[in-house]
Nanobody, 121 residues
Framework: QVQLGESGGGLVEAGGSLKLSCTAS????????LGWYRQAPGKQRELVAA???????HVEDFVKGRFTISRDNAKNTVYLLLNSVKPEDTGVYYC???????????????WGQGAQVTVSS
């Protein structure tokens, strides 16, 4: 089973940028949907963005226009580029395999350690 590991987190000032990577232990080309979630302190984990094997991207409204998801199957890696970050973007960011259930995007795998992102004001 392919394992996913997040990296690239850190401390960034408001308005700055950060690029997160999610690297798989094996081939991701057969995984239809991969996505990023985040969990802010004291809050539930929430979907941020997802990308299908065909390149379709879904980005939640609260980060639309600021965050970009991409995938490089040759490198077995999914990326999340965070631009114009805000203090409310602070949290632990996780990647996961996903699937679509009707109109809903659902996580399909286990959760890793995540990558801590802290945005200072």
């Amino acid at each position: 089973q392919v394992q996913l590991g997040e990296s690239g987190g850190g401390l960034v000032e408001a308005g700055g940028s950060l690029k997160l990577s999610c690297t798989a232990s094996g081939d991701i080309s057969s995984i239809d949907v991969l996505g990023w979630y985040r969990q802010a302190p004291g809050k539930q984990r929430e979907l941020v963005a997802a990308i299908t094997s065909g390149g379709y991207m879904h980005v939640e409204d609260f980060v639309k226009g600021r965050f970009t998801i991409s995938r490089d199957n040759a490198k077995n890696t999914v990326y999340l580029l965070l631009n114009s970050v805000k203090p409310e973007d602070t949290g632990v960011y996780y990647c996961n395999k996903m699937f679509r259930d009707g109109g809903r995007w659902m996580a399909a795998g286990s959760w890793g350690q995540g990558a801590q992102v802290t945005v200072s004001s």
